[in-house]
């Protein structure tokens, strides 16, 4: 069955997004689609469209006086009982967390979502039918840098009640994986893990909501899933059912045949994929957390997630970007992944050597930016002299280190290895730690403006940890060997 659903995706023209993930993106026109909500069976029409930089994701009630907007923001959030809600100043949008996991999961980072109705429209219950409209209209990018937010630290939340646990780690980029165990012979225990939001749309986005037989039974004695069908949503049947239940079914369904299959799924259900409820869960996980309303670089990692946790953890999110946000951008550097240049390289593209080159290796590389790595040990040859007993590295070597580490950027973008560059200019410097021995310094250097006539302006950055230990504005010219 997973091949089915990669034919479906493929036969509809949705590939991989291609976009530069350091800029902003929208969509190019807009887009609509129509059909009931889940719980309140009330047909809606949705319509995506484009919007400005910096408007993140909002949605619109134009079937309300004033056409009243609501942001996606976790601090709106008002109910979790059965998909998220949201609220603001008494307009309310309910189950946003598949079109928003559908936007997130094709680069989208700002978009208008107009509705005509309470309830964002259930579809098959995944995410897939939102991809395909986002892919008819196109995704633009935008000219505006897109500021991802780093976890510097792990991020803990636990929910003893629900046996819910959620943590966030420092990673390069969002990553994703869900576990869930509900002591049910038809699931048994299943997870699901996505590396990297490219692949959303193929492995995440097909995969559609599900609930147990007991619980589809409460939620239809109360009148609570007035649009649910067996089409929008995977029934898992936990215990034996009779002849009269099935005909009770049938009536509520509307369908002449309901069975049950030998694993336990109604009406004959082929899971588009074997881990698919697991799969469901992690597409919620990224719509859920959409409505921390900041990019993020972490790997989250949540055991048994559903609404409310989800919402929670988002919280949770949210307070420690807001408290740290002085801090974004600084690199994260992971000893056990290789790097991207190593010495032996950085010795054939610099003409430094022994004791003055000041760069072990680059950990990040883009037509933008560059970032390397100095470990400072005890035996460096400027602390014989430099404050013996109480040693530190003088600043001037830290800027040295930046400019060699620029160095490398502008060899790079100028071709390669026939290049030298030399520094012109060092403005607005200030040093603000000291860097000792032992420290590991991190070097960033991001280009201010193109290159042009071989002059690089650039800002640069040396930190340890998260503190910056000097910055500074460097110009240097780029000039061919011989």
């Given amino acids: ?18 976009f530069n993930p350091d800029k902003q993106h929208t969509l190019k026109r807009p887009v609509s689609i129509s059909g009931t909500g889940l719980h309140t069976g009330i047909l809606a029409d949705l319509t995506l469209k484009p919007a400005a930089p910096g408007f993140g994701f909002q949605f619109q009630r134009i079937d309300l006086p004033g056409q009243p907007l ?6 709106l959030v008002t109910d979790v009982s059965r998909g998220t809600t949201l609220e603001y100043n008494g307009a ?3 189950t946003v967390e598949h079109v928003l996991a559908a936007l997130v999961g094709m680069g989208i980072d700002n978009c208008l979502i107009e509705i005509n109705g309470p309830e964002i429209p259930i579809m098959d219950g995944s995410s897939q039918p939102f991809v395909e409209i986002i892919e008819e209209a196109g995704v633009e990018e935008q000219d505006a840098s897109k500021i991802w937010y780093s976890i510097d630290e792990n991020i803990y939340f636990y929910d003893d009640v629900k046996r819910v646990e959620m943590v966030a780690l420092p990673a390069m980029e969002y990553q994703v994986t869900t576990l869930i165990d509900f002591n049910s012979p038809v699931l048994g225990t299943q ?4 590396k990297h939001m490219k692949d959303f749309k193929q492995e995440i986005a097909p995969c559609r909501t599900f609930c147990f037989l007991h619980e589809l039974e409460t939620l239809l004695e109360n009148n609570l899933i007035k649009g649910g069908d067996v089409n929008n949503a995977i029934v898992i049947v936990d215990k034996p059912v009779d002849e009269e239940e099935m005909e009770r079914l049938k009536k509520i369904f509307k369908k002449e045949k309901i069975e049950v299959k030998s694993e336990g799924y109604l009406n004959n259900l082929e899971l588009r994929f074997p881990n698919e409820p697991a799969r469901h869960k992690l597409l919620d996980v990224i719509g859920d957390l959409a409505l921390i309303g900041y990019p993020i670089k972490a790997r989250i990692i949540a055991n048994r997630p559903g609404h409310k946790t989800n919402v929670e953890f988002a919280k949770k999110i949210k307070q420690y970007i807001k408290k740290n946000k002085h801090t974004r951008g600084i690199p994260i550097y992971n000893p056990n992944l290789p790097p991207i240049y190593d010495l032996k390289y950085i010795e054939k593209t610099l003409p430094h050597r022994y004791p003055f080159l000041l760069v072990d290796k680059i950990i990040e590389l883009s037509d933008t930016h560059i970032v390397g790595v100095k ?12 404050f013996p007993g109480n040693p530190v590295m003088p600043g001037v070597l830290q800027i040295e280190a930046l400019a060699q580490c620029g160095g490398i950027l502008a060899i790079n973008l100028s071709g390669g290895g026939q290049y030298d560059t030399y520094f012109l200019k060092i403005d607005n410097c200030k040093f603000k730690n000291m860097v000792r021995p032992g420290d590991t310094l991190i070097l960033k250097m991001e280009l201010s403006a193109p290159i042009r006539r071989g002059i690089c302006e650039m800002r640069g950055t040396a930190y340890v940890g998260n503190k910056v230990c000097a910055e500074g504005d460097l110009v240097a010219q780029i000039i061919k060997k011989g």
Avoid: R
Wanted: glycine share 6%; hydrophobic share 35%.
């Fill in 1 to 18: 069955m997973i091949t089915t659903v990669e034919n479906k995706l493929q036969s509809s023209g949705i590939t991989s997004p291609d």
């Fill in 70 to 75: 609501i942001k996606a923001d976790c601090d």
């Fill in 375 to 386: 470990n400072v040990t005890y035996n460096e040859w400027f602390f014989q002299g430099h």
């Fill in 191 to 194: 997870h699901a893990g996505l």
């Fill in 92 to 94: 309310k949008v309910s």
